[in-house]
């Protein structure tokens, strides 16, 4: 019995350490799990890529698979980067470029010390002009092989990178009156949503202040609170939403997997939104100082109800004086990415 149990235990430590490989371990500088290459172009490849790694200690990486699994591209390549450690340590000289062929999608992860170089916006243009042209047509070997050409000059010629970013930066000019119309147009949106969000909140505002002073029930008042919050949600969304015309207007690089959320702001934003509002409120009632702080449950004060919060009332916050502001022996070296690059798919 006690063998049973110890076996049974070994069993599931050597499971759980499988389980924690979930990258393959690359031992070639070109691992091609896909079988997309034939022997010459492999071996051509890593003659190529050792070269560079001896020349210039920078690893530059490719690894193929057939597909990505349950994880995104970005994911993956992340992961597959740091279990090997690609680049040395300290300099984080490493490159990846992970093609996924079931899933059609290429992705090319920088190390930390490279992202100057191949920034994200370069990254993305060797594989939208580059890769994808060639992917389209099934010549994986050849989008793979131009592409590991590309970074190389770049690596090794400033003045040739220097002149790419040009090319990349000259395709985002544009002239000065379509800039006049594009400011124009977006000026609408804003000023839209900041009178939706302005009159929301000052709704917002009031109902504390009804509430403090006893003319508006506690209880209709937080079912009055839904509406109001999604009025103001919505004049928020179309403030924000020119950001987010102009990340795809001017092709902005954006990867939702490299945001970090910081938890604490995430509870004092819209804590901090409520107390504002009730500062305002109270602000109100001791600047008037015509009314007493009192608490009604249920009951609410019809006439104010009719005048503060019908269509036609003549409520306005603004007219308070308080305002809201607000090679066979490969290895990597020790070096990490922190997800910069860029990913495509044909």
């Known amino acids: 019995m006690l063998k049973a149990e110890w076996f049974s235990f070994l069993f599931l430590v050597f499971a759980l350490c499988a389980a924690q490989e979930e990258y393959p371990k690359l031992t070639e500088i070109v691992t091609d799990n896909a079988q997309i290459f034939t022997q010459p172009q492999l071996e051509g490849l890593r003659a190529k890529l050792t070269q560079f790694e001896t020349e210039t200690t920078n690893q530059l990486v490719i690894l193929t698979i057939n597909e990505l699994g349950s994880e995104t591209i970005e994911?993956?390549?992340?992961?597959?980067?740091?279990?090997?450690?690609l680049g040395q340590d300290e300099k984080d000289n490493g490159i990846l470029i992970l093609f996924s062929k079931l899933d059609r999608e290429v992705r090319i992860e920088v190390g930390y010390g490279l992202e100057p170089y191949i920034t994200d916006a370069v990254a993305s243009r060797i594989i939208r002009n580059t890769m994808i042209p060639k992917f389209k047509e099934e010549d994986y070997f050849g989008g793979l092989d131009l592409a590991t050409?590309?970074?190389?000059?770049?690596?090794?010629?400033?003045?040739?990178l220097e002149e790419f970013r040009q090319e990349i930066e000259s395709e985002g000019e544009f002239p000065w009156w379509a800039i006049l119309l594009m400011t124009l147009f977006l000026s609408v949106f804003i000023a839209a949503g900041g009178f939706v969000f302005y009159k929301g909140y000052s709704n917002l505002v009031e109902m504390f202040r009804g509430i403090f002073i006893g003319k508006l029930g506690l209880v209709p008042g937080i079912f009055m609170f839904i509406p109001t919050i999604m009025i103001v949600a919505f004049g928020l969304v179309f403030m924000l939403m020119p950001l987010f015309f102009l990340v795809l207007v001017f092709g902005f690089d954006f990867d939702p997997d490299n945001i970090s959320l910081n938890t604490t702001l995430v509870y004092l934003v819209p804590i901090g939104f409520f107390v504002v509002a009730i500062t305002l409120a109270i602000l109100k009632i001791l600047i008037k100082g015509k009314e007493d702080f009192k608490l009604s449950l249920v009951k609410s004060d019809s006439t104010y109800m009719s005048k503060t919060f019908s269509s036609g009332g003549s409520h306005s916050f603004g007219s308070s004086s308080s305002s809201g502001g607000s090679?066979?022996?490969f290895s990597g070296g020790g070096g990490s990415s922190g997800g910069g690059g860029a990913s495509g798919s044909w």
Request: proline letters at 4%; aromatic letters at 12%.
């Open 75 to 85: 994911q993956y390549a992340h992961g597959a980067f740091n279990q090997n450690k």
């Open 327 to 329: 090679s066979s022996s």
């Open 149 to 160: 050409d590309q970074i190389i000059t770049f690596l090794n010629d400033p003045e040739a």
